[in-house]
């Protein structure tokens, strides 16, 4: 008897992520009744439901969550699988899929890429930008060739290096008392903050570097969480807030007198690149971690 095939497989990843049969449909250039069709076979194939259709919604089952991750991680697989057989002795054509969080892909990876594009012009790159767990998430489940991301993180089934060190800053608006007397823990503690997510590597950073000064960042009064340092920039230049970023991140807001930086020493970070041990790594992968200050 046949089993699932990678169409099925991609099919059921596209309707899984977006919840519309007809805007899955779209995505993978089929009608809407051959989708149906093809999740239809698979559910019967194996007996089980991988969708309650609620209404003219559609809705993942328990069975069909746990089985997405490794339905792209099999067709992940299956691509890497692929481009080891096509990969020829150069690089002149290919697709590298990259993560990085937000500070290190905005910042300080944009001119890398561009000296492998200098390089090797065939090679499309394509980035996404997230924090350091979707990120390595991404490269775990083989959406990215390769991450990028601030800290450390603990995954096992992911290899690392350094590629850079970050320098954190505590940044408010000119007017803020903070701004012309340091803080100590005490006044840390007492103020008004606007930070990233939970998850990114930017705050993980600042609560380690908080709790080194003896600040418990549970203490902390968070009056915002934003999903960005441009916008935690913007919010920042209007109010009494104080915020915590890569000093690149603040950089152009500092020198052009838009906020400061406050006087009180923070940890500095590494930047990392990420890969998967056990993953097939691409030519253009190696090559391009390779080039990597350190490779």
Same mark, same amino acid.
């Given at each position: ?62 069975? &069909? =969550?746990?089985? +997405?991750? $490794? %339905? ?5 697989? #299956?691509?890497? /699988?692929? *481009? ?106 007492? &103020? =008004?903050?606007? +930070?990233? $997510? %939970? ?5 993980? #950073?600042?609560? /380690?570097? *908080? ?85």
């Amino acid at each position: 008897m046949i089993g699932m095939t990678l169409e099925q497989l991609r099919i059921f990843v596209a309707v899984a992520e977006r919840a519309h049969l007809t805007r899955a449909a779209e995505a993978v250039h089929l009608s809407p009744s051959a989708v149906s069709a093809a999740i239809r076979a698979l559910e019967e194939r194996y007996g089980t439901r991988l969708f309650n259709r609620v209404g003219r919604g559609i809705e993942l089952t328990e069975t &069909g =969550r746990l089985f +997405l991750p $490794e %339905a792209k991680a099999a067709l992940a697989a #299956a691509s890497a /699988a692929e *481009l080891a057989l096509s990969e020829g002795t150069n690089l002149g054509r290919g697709r590298l899929n990259l993560g990085a969080s937000q500070t290190v892909g905005t910042y300080w990876l944009p001119e890398a890429l561009m000296r492998f594009h200098t390089a090797y012009p065939g090679i499309a790159l394509a980035l996404t930008l997230g924090n350091t767990e979707t990120v390595a998430q991404a490269v775990r489940e083989g959406e990215a060739d390769l991450g990028f991301i601030e800290g450390e993180i603990d995954e096992p089934a992911l290899g690392s290096r350094i590629v850079a060190m970050d320098r954190l800053v505590i940044v408010t608006a000119p007017d803020h008392p903070w701004a012309s007397a340091a803080p100590d823990g005490a006044a840390l503690a007492a &103020g =008004r903050w606007i +930070l990233r $997510e %939970a998850g990114s590597g930017t705050r993980s #950073a600042f609560e /380690a570097g *908080l709790r080194g000064n003896g600040v418990d960042p549970l203490a902390l009064d968070i009056v915002m969480t934003l999903p960005s340092n441009e916008a935690i920039l913007t919010a920042l230049r209007g109010g009494i807030f104080a915020g915590a970023m890569s000093a690149q991140a603040a950089e152009a807001a500092i020198v052009a007198g838009q906020l400061c930086a406050i006087d009180f020493a923070l940890p500095v970070r590494a930047f990392r690149v990420l890969w998967h041990k056990e993953r097939y790594r691409t030519r253009a992968a190696r090559t391009l971690e390779a080039m990597l200050p350190g490779g």
